[in-house]
């Protein structure tokens, strides 16, 4: 299964939420897990898991049409929670709109070896990205509760459904809310026309302290967002025996 984050605009967590919900996945569901940073340039998701990899996502690019797959694991980098990470390059050109098929080779070879795959799209809908969300069975539109991030989703939205992504497998997540906001979720819901599939809660000091020291926000201490990342993880668990990707 391959669950692709897409924020609408640049900061709203995408990485927070694709790295601590593929750790997640890994401890609930005990199964074969890989987290990929598919930004252009040094990307974040090895940060947050603090890893330093000698191989990156443009190995695999680059060796995609001869990579033998038994040789694939070795090109990883794994965390101590099980989670296997491929990290973005410090390459800010690449992956470029010549890498898409690429792209493609690396999914085909990836779905073979794991059970879940999380990707980090960013916050650019570009070629590359395009073909994450078409190798994908759900997309995670990601928004914070302000008027810039939903102006941007529906915009987004819109623009993923053109590409020919269809509406079920589209799902809308919240992210850092409150119960202090201006808008509310029902306000939320009615001006996009459909509800809010996934809400987190803003908690600025546990992801700061998980990040600071390169670990899962599940480890750091007990709080909410910690039992919202299980009961994502077991959702997409429980979705996993649903309808084969087409």
Not at 33 to 46: E, N, Q, R
Not at 68 to 87: I, T
Not at 149 to 152: A, F
Not at 203 to 211: E, G, K
């Given at each position: 299964?391959?669950?692709?984050?897409l924020?609408?605009?640049?900061?709203?967590?995408?990485t927070?939420?694709a790295?601590?919900?593929?750790?997640?996945?890994?401890r609930?569901?005990?199964?074969r897990?890989?987290?990929?940073?598919?930004?252009?340039?040094?990307?974040?998701?090895?940060l947050?898991l603090?890893?330093?990899?000698?191989?990156?996502?443009?190995?695999?690019?680059d060796?995609?049409?001869w990579?033998?797959?038994?040789?694939?694991?070795?090109?990883?980098?794994?965390?101590?929670?099980?989670?296997?990470?491929?990290?973005?390059?410090?390459?800010?050109?690449?992956?470029?709109?010549?890498?898409?098929p690429?792209i493609?080779?690396v999914?085909?070879?990836?779905r073979?070896?794991?059970?879940?795959?999380?990707?980090?799209?960013g916050?650019?809908?570009?070629?590359?990205?395009?073909?994450?969300?078409?190798a994908s069975?759900?997309?995670m539109?990601v928004?914070?509760?302000d008027?810039p991030?939903?102006?941007?989703l529906?915009?987004?939205?819109?623009?993923?459904?053109?590409?020919?992504?269809?509406?079920e497998?589209?799902?809308?997540?919240?992210?850092?809310?409150?119960?202090?906001?201006?808008l509310?979720v029902?306000?939320?819901?009615d001006?996009?026309?459909?509800?809010?599939d996934h809400?987190?809660?803003s908690?600025?000091?546990?992801?700061?302290?998980?990040?600071n020291?390169?670990v899962?926000?599940?480890?750091?201490?007990?709080s909410?967002?910690?039992?919202?990342?299980?009961?994502?993880?077991?959702?997409?668990?429980?979705?996993?025996?649903?309808?084969?990707?087409?």
């Open positions: 299964m391959v669950i692709t984050f924020g609408t605009k640049g900061g709203t967590g995408t927070t939420l790295v601590n919900s593929a750790a997640e996945l890994c609930v569901s005990g199964q897990v890989l987290v990929i940073d598919l930004k252009a340039g040094s990307g974040d998701v090895g947050f603090g890893l330093r990899s000698r191989y990156s996502l443009l190995d695999l690019l060796q995609s049409g990579l033998d797959p038994a040789v694939v694991p070795s090109l990883l980098s794994r965390h101590e929670c099980g989670l296997d990470v491929l990290v973005a390059a410090d390459d800010f050109a690449r992956p470029s709109p010549a890498d898409a690429g493609e080779r999914m085909e070879l990836l073979r070896a794991y059970d879940f795959i999380v990707i980090d799209a916050s650019a809908l570009s070629s590359c990205s395009a073909t994450a969300l078409h069975d759900q997309v539109l928004a914070n509760p008027v991030c939903l102006r941007n529906q915009r987004l939205r819109d623009m993923v459904r053109l590409i020919g992504i269809p509406e497998r589209l799902r809308v997540v919240l992210n850092r809310t409150s119960d202090v906001e201006v509310t029902s306000q939320i819901e001006a996009l026309g459909r509800h809010i809400r987190f809660t908690d600025y000091r546990t992801v700061a302290a998980a990040l020291t390169g899962p926000v599940a480890w750091v201490r007990p909410i967002l910690k039992g919202e990342f299980e009961r994502f993880a077991r959702g997409l668990v429980g979705s996993q025996a649903g309808t084969p990707h087409a």
